[in-house]
């Protein structure tokens, strides 16, 4: 139970809800509310308004414009994301992600842009939002600007979002020919989320030389970061087996992974390496197919 009283409304329309959240100093983003209800009933969140976007059909679905980037609105459950064709078929590891977001009640109620804005760092979407070098467009009181993945993620909870900005869509660039992806992850077996959890992109020259290869990380440090030491050491090989396991083994270098009652730091590093092999695998396989 939510035991303070709140000012709650509920817009119809983007610049409706910029207006409802430039208001109040202390107002929260309601998009699905597997993340914020819990943290109110809690005591851990007590915002005075809460604008609640469900109302904004604007932010919901999945579209691809004339130049291939596809487009994920932010109200998009992650059901919708796991089940939708064009993601299945050109952004597969978001697929992935989507598919393995908690249990089919979170999946369906659950968004995108609710997960990337609260940026729980176990959460599974912003490993492949990192790995396809997405942009995460938002708008607040001074307009729109597109922010990248590899600059929206600042730490635990915390992204490059101002106060008073909304994430409006969230958009993918087309990946080339000759490229394939994948996620996996190894959940927390109590709430499903990331222990670890490794998204791979990898596109192919038409010999199998590995010509680029993007890899993001969540669950094993403080925010969502992609492996660029692994990266570079993928790319220009075969992908062969000693080529991966090598890749895989840089995968946390530079990075200070959690030590928690889920896993130690040691532990963790042993998953980033064994599931950024399995990703890689994946990817290179269906680069290849």
Do not use: W
Not at 65 to 71: L, R
Not at 73 to 102: C, E, K, N, P, R
Not at 140 to 158: H, V, W
């Amino acid at each position: 139970m939510i035991t303070y009283p709140f000012t709650y409304h509920a817009p119809a329309s983007i610049d409706e809800a910029v207006r409802a959240l430039a208001a109040s100093r202390d107002a929260k983003v309601l998009a699905g509310g597997h993340s914020l209800l819990p943290l109110m009933k809690l005591g851990l969140s007590r915002p005075d308004v809460i604008v609640d976007l469900r109302q904004i059909s604007a932010l919901r679905g999945i579209r691809r414009e004339a130049d291939g980037t596809i487009v994920v609105g932010a109200l998009t459950t992650h059901q919708a994301l796991a089940d939708d064709a064009t993601i299945q078929g050109t952004l597969t590891a978001l697929a992935d992600a989507a598919s393995l977001v908690g249990d089919l009640q979170v999946r369906s109620r659950g968004t995108i842009g609710g997960s990337l804005a609260h940026a729980d760092p176990a959460a599974d979407e912003p490993a492949p939002t990192l790995a396809f070098e997405a942009r995460i467009r938002a708008m607040g009181p001074k307009g729109t600007r597109d922010i990248p993945a590899a600059e929206f993620f600042r730490g635990t909870f915390e992204t490059a979002l101002s106060a008073g900005e909304i994430v409006l869509e969230i958009r993918f660039p087309p990946p080339p020919a000759r490229t394939g992806s994948a996620y996996g992850k190894f959940p927390h077996p109590a709430s499903r989320f990331a222990v670890v959890g490794v998204a791979a992109v990898v596109t192919t020259k038409a010999d199998g030389t590995i010509e680029r290869a993007a890899i993001g990380i969540t669950g094993a440090a403080a925010a969502p970061f992609g492996a660029i030491a692994a990266q570079r050491a993928i790319t220009g090989t075969k992908g062969d087996a000693n080529a991966i396991a090598a890749a895989a083994a840089k995968a946390a270098t530079g990075v200070r992974l959690l030590s928690d009652l889920a896993a130690s730091s040691e532990y963790r590093g042993n998953l980033v390496a064994v599931y950024t092999k399995r990703a890689l695998e994946r990817a290179i396989e269906r680069a290849r197919s």
